[in-house]
């Protein structure tokens, strides 16, 4: 039974290494229905081979018709496409610090070499300098444009916090 506050479709976006992944987890089994991180979407079987931009807003479109999901993801141009059906957006606002740590600490996604491991963390420090959707300004105009429920975390107490929150609801 999907929480109240939280609504059956919940959009979650933030820089890579802000805790997106982690949040959906604990949020699935309040929410229901499929969880879906973008960078499967995005990327075919391996880091650096991006898939065709409009199949995959396809996909996300598919996948935001269904009655509930959890689609989290740094890709603002994808987590878009979710938005029109979207209940509750949620913004993880990290600092540099903590996106940094978080993605040091998890090491490479899937099959990444150290080199393209190494692009991503300079790709996330990049994040607050960036202008497109998959940027903090991109993000900020996502969240401030958004019409329904959305809250924006900027440290691990407060998503504690919703987690917490949500399991008491």
Known sequence: MASTMLGLRVVIIGNSG?????LA?????????????????????QVGTKRDEDDAKARVVALAAEENWII????G?????????????IWLDMSPEV????????????????????????WAA???????????????ALFANFPRAKIRLSDRAAVDDLVVGQATT
Request: hydrophobic letters at 35%.
């Open 18 to 22: 802000s805790g997106k992944t982690t």
């Open 25 to 45: 987890r604990q949020l699935e089994c309040r929410v229901g229905g499929r969880r879906t991180d973008l960078d499967h979407i995005h990327w075919l079987d």
């Open 72 to 75: 989290e993801g740094v890709f």
């Open 77 to 89: 141009w994808l987590a878009e496409a979710a938005l029109p059906r979207a209940s509750m957006l």
């Open 99 to 122: 996106c940094r740590s978080s993605i040091a600490t998890r090491g490479p996604w899937r099959d990444a070499t150290n080199e393209q491991h190494a692009a991503l963390l300079e």
């Open 126 to 140: 990049a994040y607050w300098q960036r202008t497109t959707s998959s940027s903090f300004a991109g993000h900020h």
